[in-house]
């Protein structure tokens, strides 16, 4: 015998490793029917799945029974997928199952056409239809789990890009029984005007093909669509896209996307503000200057610069006599007081003064007295005054038989002219 | 044309912000005279304001609907953690308006 051996603890493993590690025994769908079926208080669903030739007993664990959309049925043909498993202490195998569906994958595949040929038809698919995101909503309405990941990243980003983002979410269960009523109600109550919501993100984070399938169902396309409020597809997925992003106004390939659409980056909006505003300052700035130096190069011109030229020079010859009045009336002022005060005798001064006007208005008397025309008269010398009045200082003044007034010291006489000579007293002929 | 009044709601914010580039580039081109130009600046100027007020029209606030008594719906406050974004009071937020 070899010394060589194995415990039995040891050998399991070993199978375990083996079958672990063989890529066709795990992550596969099996087609069976269900018997022995028994739902354990625990929560983890045993049952055997069978054909005709051989039986396989099966484990469903509740953390991945707990989306189950309908409940496991005696008989009932299935498919399930999973992996294989050894329970060691038995020292058996089994199928750890993670998902139980009625149909086919294929089958399932054919129900999603039909129904979305059905309302392609219906024009619900229509891209006329789809409206545009708001640029700036005011709070945006979220139909997810409220304990899934999407929302958390929904969250995460958006106030990352607006940080003071309205967010209102509706709760919502987005796989298993009652997920497609539950998020088709939630797009329902995020359009109510009395939420204010100006868009909705409804969608879920990736998942498996039936983890999905909520959002292909019908009633939450038809949510999609008639939803009054713009709303965004928000499906995490790869390949095949749910049939709720067709009826959307936008879709987008995860939550975090959807965010994306949804918001915009607040700091970009300020800055883009900023910057116009900024251009639209230096631009006037610029025009400004532009300007003053187009009046500048304008007033530079003769023309222009000569009017304020004579003001200016009219202006500084004003000063500087006003300046010249100042002083002399000053020195004026100086000096009269210096003279005021150099005579003591003041009144004696201004007797002289006085008595040398008296004088000299003595004198301009007489000499009035010998320019007056009364003196003239007294001396023996008449005055001609024609019929209008007027002085005749000339025989051209008058016409024969004219009459004049001749005026004498003390009285007038009319005379009547009968000749005129032109000869001048001193025998001068005048000219003209 | 916008009338003179303050942060005129009509006005989206989008339209304000396209009309205040509108603005920017007209005063660029310099295709306005010195009239035209004083207005359309202060046109900007004010334009520009009321974007940055509806920007910050709004307040961080994130809620969750909830079926009261009686099967009304509310909404009601939650807060989250500002690193994950995730719901701060989980044991409220279980469940859906089902």
Redesign the interface.
Known sequence: MNDRFYTISEFTRLIKATLTGTPELNQVWLKGEITNLTYHSSGHIYFTLKDEGAVISSVFFKYANRSMAFRLEEGMSVFAFGSVGLFEKRGSYQFTVSQVRLEGAGELQKRIEQLKKKLLAEGLFDPARRRRIP??P??IGVVTS??GAA???????A?RRF???????????VQGA?AA??VA??IE??NDPS?GVDVIIAGRGGGSFEDLMPFSEEVVVRAFANSRVPIISAVGHQVDHPLCDDAADAAAPTPSAAAEIAVPV?VD??E???Y??A??YS??LS?VRE?TLRIDAATSVRVFRTPRDIVETRMALVRERERGMIVALERRVAEKRRRFLSVPDVRRLAAAQVARTEMRLAVASEKLQKLSPLGTLRRGYAVARGADGKIVRSVKMVAVRDRIDVILRDGALTCTVDSISRRVIGGKEEKG | MEKKKKASPALSFEKALEGLEEIARRLEDGELDLDESIAEFEKGVRLARICHEKLDAAEKKIEILQKAEGGRIERRAVDTDEETGELDDDEDIQGTLL
């Open positions: 640029f700036l005011r709070r409220p304990t929302l958390r990243d929904i969250i995460k980003v106030t940080p003071n983002v309205e967010i209102l979410i509706a709760p919502a269960l009652g009523d539950s109600r939630g109550e995020l939420h607040k909006l300020q883009r503000i900023d116009c505003r251009r639209a631009a006037m025009y300007a």
